[in-house]
């Protein structure tokens, strides 16, 4: 079965510092997203990405967030100065096109971002 | 704007018992999707079931079926026979069509942790 890949699957970083996760969607899927989960809260949405350009993004996807999809199969997310209340599990999803074999949603395994 | 509604923080279930989760939803579309994940602890989200709202016969996989109320904007997640890998937190999510070149994002409800015991 397809899978959305992320990595690293941990991260640690010091206040300030910029990170990038790294999310590889399913190859035939066009629309990609970017998900948050700070532990023991729900999951809330941060971007959609469609056509190399963003679609919709939270309130949460302030100037310290991009994405970009640098070579056709990566999907980035860059977060340039990092707070402590970035700390969460970061989701990659990937979907395809409304009634195609496999279109649904399909999440990575998530990277837990740890900032200190 | 959308909101999914979970009103049972925590459950409990025996083994091999049925179990009840329940989510409400509130949009002015006519047409989307639900949808219900499952977080184990691994903190991976992982589908169990997907609804069309155009579709009235209710979805199920195997263990797992929904009780799909399109006038009340209700969407429960029944699980039989309830394993002990069962155990997790289920994640209820609406979504709006996607429609050719437009992305659509997944509203997720606060979850229910769901504790299968022996």
Same mark, same amino acid.
């Given at each position: 079965?397809?899978?959305? /890949? ?14 990038i996760l790294r999310c590889v969607p399913i190859s035939n899927h066009l629309y990609f997203y970017w998900y948050r ?44 100065? /990092? ?16 009634? /195609?074999?496999?279109?649904?949603? /399909?999440f990575g395994s998530g990277t837990r971002l740890t900032v200190v | 704007a959308q909101t999914v509604t979970q009103s049972?923080?925590? $459950? *409990? ?8 989760? @329940?989510?409400?939803?509130?949009? *002015? ?15 991976? $989200? ?13 979805? #199920?996989?195997?263990?797992? @079926? ?7 904007? *209700? ?11 069962? #155990? ?6 609406? $979504? ?10 997944? #509203? ?11």
């Open positions: 079965e397809p899978e959305v /890949t992320q990595t690293p699957s941990h991260q640690v970083t010091q206040m300030g510092q910029e990170v989960q700070i532990l023991g809260q729900k999951v809330e949405f941060l971007v959609s990405f469609y056509n190399n350009e963003i679609s919709e993004k939270s309130e949460i996807f302030d100037d310290q967030f991009s994405v970009e999809r640098p070579d056709g199969s990566n999907f980035t997310l860059k977060i340039r100065s /990092t707070k402590l209340e970035d700390s969460a599990m970061y989701f990659c999803a990937s979907s395809g096109i409304q009634g /195609t074999r496999g279109w649904g949603y /399909t | 049972q923080p925590e $459950m *409990s279930v025996q083994e091999a018992e049925t179990v009840t989760l @329940s989510c409400t939803y509130d949009t *002015s579309e006519n047409n989307y999707y639900l949808f219900w994940y499952k977080q184990p602890p691994s903190r991976q $989200m992982i589908l169990v079931i997907r609804q069309e709202a155009y579709k009235q016969q209710n979805a #199920t996989e195997n263990r797992f @079926s929904v009780n799909f109320q399109k006038a009340a904007k *209700s969407f429960s997640l029944k699980i039989s026979d309830s394993q002990l890998g069962d #155990t997790a937190m289920y994640f209820c999510a609406f $979504m709006k069509p996607l429609n050719t070149g437009t992305a659509s994002k997944l #509203t997720f409800g606060t979850g229910t942790r769901l504790q299968v015991t022996l």
